[in-house]
C-alpha cells in the first residue's frame, strides 16, 4: 500500500469548455462519463468551477492558483494506479496547459515530486 495519496488537483485558470478541448487532445481515451465526470489514464476526472474565481486576484495575488477559474480533480478508478503514474500523469498535464500558455497549478500530496 502507498503511503502518499495517488489523487491530486489542478487548479486552471481556463474555462471547462478550454480545459476539456486540451485533454482531448492530449489524451484521446478521454470519455465522458456522466454530466461533471470523466475518465482519463485510469482515473475518474471531474473539472470544478471555482466559485473563488477571480479574475485580477489570479494574476497578482502571490497564491492566485487559488483564484483560478477551475479545478480539476483526478482520483483513481483502483488501487492497480501507482504515485509514478500519477506524478507523470499530472506533469504531462501541467506541460500541456503550459503551452497554451494557460496558467495551472498542481495540488497534491505528491507535489515533491514534481
Known sequence: MQDIS???RIAVNANKEKIIEILKEYKSCLTLL???WFCICGNNMQINYNEDYD???SIVDEDGFLY???NIDFYPKDDTIMLENQVQLAKEILQKFTNYGIASEIIAEF???L
Do not use: I
Request: glycine letters at 0%.
Open 6 to 8: 495517488v489523487s491530486f
Open 34 to 36: 456522466e454530466e461533471k
Open 55 to 57: 479574475k485580477e486576484l
Open 68 to 70: 483560478y477559474e477551475n
Open 111 to 113: 507535489e515533491n515530486l
